[in-house]
């Protein structure tokens, strides 16, 4: 006979966990998306095993780090720090001037964000969010135990990027 075994979790999907950012897919064959945005929202689920108090995590904690994350890439051209290709380098006179293979782009330096990811794709935004977030939760709680982190990031309506991690 299977013994069940039990499991809880929260999710959180909020209108103001969102972030409006540029940018511009690569694409296998050396193509590139022109330069666009979108309005992101994230939506996130914790697993963990259930606290003294019955919680996974207290919702009024972590939704205010989420958002922090979300507000932080807001109103950014994101960029691909570890593209074998692309190329950003800040200037002195305050810009960063991204090259990508006949692309040049000059961008106030304060209104860009490199990323650690090799394309901006919703999906590698959600990992790098998710990566975030996990960080976070372990310096605001060190002793909790995350049993699974989902993150899904919405480029439009009914499409997403997801990952997903269990320990």
């Known amino acids: ?28 064959d050396g193509t590139a998306e022109r330069l666009h945005g979108h309005n992101y929202r994230a939506c996130v689920t914790v697993e963990t095993e259930l606290d ?8 009024q904690e972590i ?33 960063t001037e991204i090259r990508y293979l006949e692309r040049r782009y000059s961008v ?5 964000i490199v990323l650690p990811i090799t394309n901006t794709s919703a999906e590698n935004l959600a990992t790098w969010v998710g990566n975030q977030i996990r960080d976070r939760m372990r310096e605001r709680w060190p002793t909790l135990r995350v049993v699974r982190l989902e993150v899904g990031i919405e480029e439009t309506p009914g499409q997403r990027g997801c990952y997903s991690r269990e320990d």
Request: charged share 20%; glycine share 6%.
């Open 1 to 28: 006979m299977t013994i069940p075994r039990e499991r809880w979790s929260i999710s959180i999907e909020k209108d103001y966990l969102k972030f409006s950012s540029a940018h511009f897919l690569i694409f296998p």
């Open 52 to 59: 003294q108090h019955g919680l996974v995590v207290n919702f």
């Open 108 to 112: 106030p330096t304060n209104e860009v």
């Open 63 to 95: 939704k205010p780090l989420v958002r922090k994350i979300c507000d932080g890439l807001d109103e950014h051209l994101l960029l691909p720090g570890q593209h074998p290709v692309l190329r950003a380098v800040a200037q002195a006179d305050g810009n």
